[in-house]
């Protein structure tokens, strides 16, 4: 199938060239993003893991050891990790999130960057 827009924008046209598929059948699903996706347990080793502070390539390791049937790839383990971050974080950004644990933690509330840098390098001098 091949598709092109019309000249004036009114849409688009297809045009079938072979009512066949252009390919054989996959005999196994590798590669395929069924197979790839984390389980629900996985998932929640995922979450686990990454609480603690556990660097991907080890996150990887860990759920290729519990089944060796597990065609994650390191991408989806990054992918992952950001997505739960992410939902920690809810509508925020990352500049908005650190702004809100700066006030949860020091109990000044930080109004704009420049005070959240001096007050980012005023702990780290009295360290």
């Not at 994650?72 to 990352?94: D, F, L, M, Q, W």
């Not at 700066?102 to 780290?124: A, C, K, N």
Request: aromatic share 8%; proline share 4%; charged share 25%.
């Amino acid at each position: 199938m091949r598709g092109k827009p019309i000249r004036k924008g009114e849409g688009w046209v297809f045009k079938v060239i072979c009512g066949t598929h252009n390919h054989d059948l996959y005999d196994t699903l590798v590669g395929h993003p069924y197979v790839d996706r984390l389980k629900v347990n996985e998932h929640s080793i995922l979450v686990d893991m990454t609480k603690s502070m556990v660097k991907p390539d080890n996150i990887l390791r860990t759920l290729k050891e519990n089944n060796e049937d597990n065609m994650t790839t390191i991408k989806h383990v990054y992918n992952a990790r950001y997505s739960y971050k992410r939902s920690i974080r809810e509508p925020r950004t990352e500049l908005q999130q650190l702004m809100m644990l700066t006030t949860i933690f020091t109990g000044v509330r930080v109004m704009s960057l420049p005070i959240l840098l001096v007050i980012f390098f005023g702990l780290i001098l009295m360290l």
